[in-house]
């Protein structure tokens, strides 16, 4: 069973920068679309960004222009730098297999996430 752990959350002023990781366990990880979503507290968990094992990407419109989601299918791990966050922005982070371009549904079990806050 894939298991993921995700890092490089915290608190950061608006403006401000973060860049999140997520490392997968397993073999499977290359031939999967990867996605990285958030919940923020009271709102239904959302998907953000999206990257194909072959480098094609799909962002929602609330953070196209500022986040940029990376992998590498060598290290089994998957990346989103956060950049101009917003107060909005704040949420936990997660990341997980997206099921195809046109499911966003999970496809692996939750990890832990990872907090960003963006708060002055």
């Known amino acids: 069973q894939v298991q993921l752990v995700e890092s490089g959350g915290g608190l950061v002023q608006p403006g401000g920068s973060l860049r999140l990781s997520c490392a997968a366990s397993?073999?499977?990880?290359?031939?999967?679309?990867m996605a990285w979503y958030r919940q923020a507290p009271g709102n239904q968990r959302e998907w953000v960004a999206a990257?194909?094992?072959?480098?094609?990407?799909s962002y929602v419109d609330s953070v196209k222009g500022r986040f940029t989601i990376s992998r590498d299918n060598a290290k089994s791990t998957v990346y989103l730098q956060m950049n101009s966050l917003k107060p909005e922005d704040t949420a936990v982070y997660y990341c997980?297999?997206?099921?195809?371009?046109?499911?966003?549904?999970?496809?692996?079990?939750w990890g832990q996430g990872t907090q960003v806050t963006v708060s002055s």
């Open positions: 397993g073999s499977i990880f290359g031939i999967y679309i």
């Open positions: 990257v194909a094992s072959g480098g094609s990407t």
């Open positions: 997980n297999a997206r099921r195809s371009w046109n499911n966003d549904n999970a496809a692996w079990p």
